[in-house]
């Protein structure tokens, strides 16, 4: 997964990416959520989250997540 976002977002290899997933405990909310974290050496992080198991999602839904136009911490 982490290579598939560094393709999609273009990363050089001094950016971190990480992918977490975690339970959720808000109302509402699936129990399990996926976190995609890019940490670039200069320049702001940037964070979307998918609100399904990392083993469900897709490299569609990847797509969809990584390319939209706001992501979190943006």
């Excluded at 995609?36 to 999602?57: D, F, K, S, Y």
């Amino acid at each position: 997964m982490k290579e598939t976002v560094r393709t999609l977002l273009g990363l050089d290899d001094d950016t971190a990416v990480m992918i977490r997933q975690l339970a959720c405990t808000e109302p509402g909310c699936p129990p399990l959520e996926t976190v995609v974290a890019v940490l670039p050496m200069n320049g702001p992080a940037r964070r979307w989250t998918l609100h399904r198991p990392t083993e469900q999602i897709t490299e569609d839904d990847l797509r969809t997540a990584l390319l939209s136009p706001a992501p979190e911490g943006a």
